[in-house]
């Protein structure tokens, strides 16, 4: 790779086999990877979006139409298209939703910005432009945006539908909104004055089985176990709950200590010691009142007998993460030390009983008193089915807390996007340079929302857009459109609501990949010779069309 001459020899400062574009063409190749990325997700936008089959090197299927799921599977290549895959991986890790638009958004900012580079508009002079446009755009945003608060069930109702919709788990939206607002209700907490909501202490365990309809929502917790010995008890009222983390086991010995033993007599000894030792243990929970255990490690075969014998139901090598719900949803402390367990640290549950489900046993710890953790148990025809349903509803779960976190939500179906169009058009007149250029070219791109909405559906876009500015121009800030009946319609009254919070974020994220990628103007991808062959480290880049 030769970086000028120097006496007629040329100077070689990269490694052979190197790639490199430069310029336009790096901002070219760039842009059409991303690009490439917005298109695979905008048929999946709306209710009438379809869904994508991703079948990977295994075999192994996944039916979804959630924009991170299809994008993660997808294992993408490209350098500039992995970074609209953090696009869809921010936006699914901060609010849970909304990952689709923020996709579609960023590449049509970046459509938009090839139309100004080749109008020799320098990209800096565009990020510059597109970063007023976004501050302007949040503005309009919190200026239109409606309040919501725990109360108001219905409207949060509204909000898992409108987070359902498009999923394969539609046609029971109403009766899985229900179980999602319950559920937020149970776990949410007022401090300082705020609602939060730990989406973590609403665990989903899914089973397929039985109809999406059969979804229920359960005041505690279900353990994917079964109970250790078949004498115990299979079920119990008015539980007393013990949680512990240690092990009732014999401890192995450290490091290369011996024991020795040289007559029957001492090995008789050893052996009854270890065994009252384990009676101790067990006898440690039982004058503490428990009668139902879950350990974290294991419990050995012995001490499982007397457990057994004293009426404890136990379950052994429980995870981390269903012992700390169990303790927010029965009250128990969890205890680290057997000698330590009172009756102070039990928890309580009306009813803990086993119970088999799609050929698994699994443990229900029910009817406790105040749960702040609760489990909604998914079922579906299909394992793919549950799996649609569970991403569907963390949809709702997590739609629902970042519309309580903020407390403001604004109108769906492209009503915002729309809304913030006009208002960027009326800003842009404000600019004298290019940068009106930049910040109309955003006001463009917010419209390729409602346009995709339009085209999903099977809908005339140029039209609908139309007639969506027209009633944006009358002031009517929430109309968008009903994709069912083709129709521009008051969204708010609709029912289709949007937390504030998906759409900032989606704003933000989309805008910052955005300008990241207009920003380069030089890709250096080293040799591939030590991967074997060029594709892997320079996969799609040398002037050749992306790969994904």
């Known amino acids: ?46 209710p009438k979006g379809m869904d994508k089959m991703l079948v990977d090197s295994l075999g192994d299927v996944v039916i979804t139409n959630d924009g991170a799921t299809i994008l993660n599977e997808m294992q993408i290549e490209h350098p500039a298209a992995k970074m609209m895959v953090e696009v869809a991986k921010t936006q699914d890790s901060a609010v849970g ?16 910005a090839e139309d100004l580079l080749d109008q020799e508009i320098h990209p800096t002079v565009i990020t510059k432009g597109f970063r007023m446009a976004k501050a302007k755009a949040l503005e309009t945003l919190d200026g239109i945006a409606m309040n919501v608060e725990l109360k108001d069930e219905s409207t949060l109702e509204k909000i898992a539908e409108t987070a359902m919709t498009g999923k394969s788990s539609e046609k029971a939206s ?63 009222e008015n539980a007393k709950i013990a949680l512990v983390d240690s092990a009732l086991e014999i401890k192995e010995l450290e490091g290369d200590a011996k024991i020795n033993i040289d007559s029957p007599e001492k090995m008789q000894a050893f052996l009854e010691d270890q065994e009252r030792s384990l009676k101790e243990m067990v006898e440690a929970v039982a004058s503490s009142g428990a009668n139902v255990l879950f350990c974290q490690k294991g419990i050995d075969d012995v ?23 169990l303790a927010r949803a029965t009250g128990a ?10 009756s102070n640290e039990l928890g309580f549950a009306g009813i803990v009983y086993e119970k088999k489900i799609a050929g698994d046993e699994m443990i229900f710890v029910e009817k406790c008193k105040t749960p702040k953790a609760v489990t909604i148990l998914i079922r579906g025809g299909t394992e793919h089915v549950v799996d649609e349903v569970e991403r569907a509803m963390e949809d709702a779960i997590k739609g629902i807390a970042s519309a309580l976190e903020l407390g403001k939500i604004v109108a769906g179906g492209g009503a915002s996007e729309i809304e913030v169009s006009k208002e960027l058009r009326k800003y842009a007149e404000s600019f004298s340079g290019r940068e009106q250029l930049a910040v109309n070219a955003f006001a463009e791109a917010m419209e390729v929302i409602p346009r995709s909405l339009a085209e999903n559906a099977g809908l005339d876009p140029i039209d609908k857009l139309a007639s969506l500015r027209a009633e944006h121009d009358k002031k009517q800030a929430n109309a968008g459109l009903d994709v069912f009946s083709g129709k521009i319609t008051d969204m708010s009254k609709a029912g289709v609501i949007e937390p504030l919070k998906i759409k900032i974020q989606a704003l933000k994220s989309a805008t910052e990949a955005a300008e990241m990628i207009l920003r380069i103007d030089d890709v250096i ?5 030590e991967k074997g062959g060029s594709s892997g480290g320079a996969g799609g880049m040398g002037g050749q069309m992306p790969e994904y």
């Open 1 to 46: 790779m030769t970086n000028g001459q120097y006496g007629g020899q040329p100077i070689f400062i990269l490694p052979e086999g190197t790639l490199r574009s430069r310029g336009r063409d790096a901002q070219r190749n760039n842009i059409a990877a991303a690009k490439a990325v917005a298109d695979t997700v905008r048929t999946t936008l709306g």
């Open 97 to 112: 939703d909304g990952t689709t638009t923020a996709v579609i958004l960023a590449g049509e900012l970046l459509k938009k």
């Open 303 to 325: 001490a499982q007998h007397y457990l057994a014998k004293k009426g404890i139901l136990a379950a052994r090598r429980v995870k981390k993460s269903d012992m700390e719900k």
């Open 174 to 236: 109403k009766e899985l909104a229900e179980l999602a607002v319950q559920a937020i209700k149970k776990v949410a907490e007022e401090k300082d004055g705020k609602i939060e909501v730990d989406t973590d202490n609403i665990k989903l365990e899914k089973k397929e089985g039985g109809s999406i309809n059969e979804t229920r929502l359960i005041d505690g917790i279900i353990i994917d176990k079964e109970v250790v010995h078949p004498a115990m008890p299979k079920t119990l």
């Open 333 to 342: 402390k969890i205890v680290s030390n057997l000698k330590d367990l009172t």
């Open 525 to 529: 991808a080293a040799s591939g010779s």
